[in-house]
């Protein structure tokens, strides 16, 4: 690699990755805000079932936990819950997807880059010698046949767009679970932990303050989510397109 300019390619790799970074904030900001959206939507059904059950204890009403899961207000919130996730879930997929695709298509263009890059100052040629076996035919031309040895084959890269890294589709991930981390779908996953830290909150005495964060905490559990498979499924689609 005789002049070949190691701080030029530093360089160039540093600029790609600092664009990768904005570009995975970019699409954290869009699940994010959609997601904002979801936990608005419900806020409003969660603060009417916190205002009844005040309501009952302050009325000196004996009520369980089971009672609690009784209240039309209790299986509102959970069904506006569900309703919204899903929504979430169908959406989620194709921004992920768009980010994936994205992320190849700069994969395969920051390497031809960087490889052409090392190739126009390298001492050593990159392309087969046009003497003795596997002579280039008469006129053809060593820039053309290195172009095509070195082309991507884009049709290749269209695996990872739009799946996990076991070949699950994103919105089958999403919707009905998978087997990575034995997911269940991410309703149901918030869901469960809506209904546990629900308990915890009136076993604690249902102090309202207590509840809201907690309910709160249960809801971000389907970000959480989503913001992980984005950017790790990001990174592997880029990866692997540049291998």
Not at 74 to 85: C, F, M, T
Not at 217 to 236: C, F, Q
Request: hydrophobic letters at 40%.
């Amino acid at each position: 690699m005789s002049e070949i300019g190691r701080g030029d390619l530093y360089r160039e790799a540093e600029k790609f990755a600092a664009a990768m970074k904005r570009r995975d904030g970019a699409t954290a900001k869009q699940l994010a805000d959609a997601y904002a959206r979801v936990f608005r939507d419900v806020q409003g059904h969660f603060d009417a079932l916190s205002q009844q059950l005040m309501t009952m204890i302050a009325a000196d009403i004996v009520f369980t936990i089971d009672r609690v899961r009784r209240l039309d207000r209790y299986a509102g919130l959970l069904r506006v819950v569900s309703e919204k996730l899903d929504e979430f879930a169908g959406y989620a997929p194709g921004v992920i997807a768009g980010a994936q695709q994205a992320a190849v298509e700069r994969a395969t263009a920051e390497s031809e880059r960087l490889f052409g890059l090392a190739a126009a100052r390298s001492a050593r040629p990159i392309y087969p010698k046009a003497v003795g076996r596997g002579k280039l035919p008469k006129g053809f031309r060593r820039g053309v046949f290195q172009s095509a040895f070195n082309r991507v084959p884009v049709e290749a890269l269209d695996q990872f767009v739009g799946t996990l890294g076991d070949g699950t589709p994103l919105r089958d991930y999403f919707l009905g679970g998978g087997t990575t981390e034995d997911a269940p779908p991410l309703s149901d996953e918030v869901i469960d932990r809506v209904k546990r830290n629900l308990g915890e909150a009136l076993t604690a005495g249902w102090s309202p303050k207590k509840a809201a964060r907690l309910f709160a905490d249960a809801m971000g559990v389907g970000l959480t989510r989503a913001l992980r498979i984005a950017r790790t499924e990001t990174l592997r689609s880029y990866r692997e397109a540049s291998r």
